[in-house]
């Protein structure tokens, strides 16, 4: 039995130390060193080739080595192989920084006073307090949910969209395409932590706009392909939408000559909001494989019906 890590070489060296210290009985190689392809039965990658996938007969697992799984073909992996998403703390963290800072930047008008700054404009703006602005977040899962509880220690008003009927003190959370209309009016700033599906691609279109409140800003953190980018673009230049941050686009990178970048009012970070942080992904990843080699199951596991 042996595991193959493929992917990003910069992290490569670090998962293979953890696995050399912490599970020396483990056979944990790194692309390009994959040796006899029958042996590997877990593999650890972003987005590896589907005829890659194909030359492994024995694979019983494959675990994404980053957040969301919408970068895996599911048609390329077989029925027969579970797919293991990566939840872990470092990711939490990052996006839960992420997303603190551009919230807190939004509120606090900082984009305003950097532009103000090159005209030596002393200009102060008026200072709600949080209270008096609300938050909400689309998809109340691990992150969501992280995010927002850090939210709430700044006393923002906060409000989740979800698919299914969640509970979380202090929010107050939709489910289901028909609350969405309701959720997004009360949105001063909007939060997308969804996942890519086939339910969720341009969700941030003109029509969620239009129902946001005059003057609304947008984060999109999850996948460049919820986002219509020519109707935010047609709802900021209208007045309609404050601000928009994005971290993620489609495509990625984004090029270098896209209206994004130069927009006085689209803050662009290049997919940094957060990422997989070796230390603490793979004790998870290990306990997770070791679980499964007991024959106890694996959590984390991929629905690939809902598509995440
Ligand atoms: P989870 O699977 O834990 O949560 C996803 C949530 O979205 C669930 O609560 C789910 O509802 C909800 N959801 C799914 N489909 C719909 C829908 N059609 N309508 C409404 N709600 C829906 O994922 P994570 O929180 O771990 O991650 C979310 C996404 O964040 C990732 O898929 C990835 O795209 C993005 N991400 C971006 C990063 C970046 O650096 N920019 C880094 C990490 C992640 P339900 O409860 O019913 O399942």
């Known amino acids: 039995m042996s595991v193959l890590y493929r992917s990003g070489a910069p992290r490569a060296a670090a998962w293979a130390r953890f696995f050399k210290d912490n599970a020396p009985d483990i056979d944990f190689r790194t692309w390009p060193d994959a040796g006899e392809l029958e042996e590997i039965e877990y ?110 220690t700044f006393g923002f008003r906060l409000s989740g969209w979800n698919r299914s009927p969640r509970n ?61 980018q020519a109707a935010l673009l047609a709802a900021l230049d209208s007045g309609h939408l404050s601000r928009a941050i994005v971290d993620v686009t489609d495509p990625e990178p984004l090029p270098p000559d896209h209206r994004f970048w130069t927009h006085p009012r689209v803050f662009v970070t290049p997919h940094v909001a957060s990422m997989t942080q070796p230390d603490t992904a793979a004790p998870i990843m290990l306990a997770n494989l070791r679980s499964h080699m007991r024959g106890d199951g694996l959590r984390d596991v991929v629905d690939r019906k809902r598509g995440y």
């Open 168 to 228: 979380i003190a202090g929010v107050a959370c939709h489910a289901g395409a028909h609350t969405l209309d309701q959720f997004l009016g009360r949105c001063d700033i909007l939060i997308c932590l969804l996942p890519l599906t086939d339910a969720t691609k341009g969700i941030l279109n003109a029509r969620l706009f239009a129902a946001l409140p005059r003057g609304a800003s947008v984060i999109n953190v999850g996948r460049g392909g919820h986002l219509d």
């Open 43 to 152: 593999l650890v990658s972003w987005a590896a080739p589907a005829a890659f996938i194909a030359s492994l007969p024995n694979l019983k697992v494959l675990f994404s080595s980053g957040a969301g799984i919408d970068h895996i073909d599911l048609s390329a992996v077989p029925d027969h192989v579970q797919i293991v998403r990566m939840v872990e703390p470092g990711i939490i963290n990052g996006m839960v920084e992420y997303v603190t800072l551009s919230v807190l930047a939004l509120h606090r008008d900082f984009f305003d006073y950097v532009a103000m700054q090159p005209s030596g404009a002393w200009n102060p703006l008026e200072v709600p307090p949080a209270s008096s602005r609300t938050v909400g977040v689309m998809g109340l899962g691990v992150l969501g949910q992280a995010v927002l509880q850090r939210l709430s």
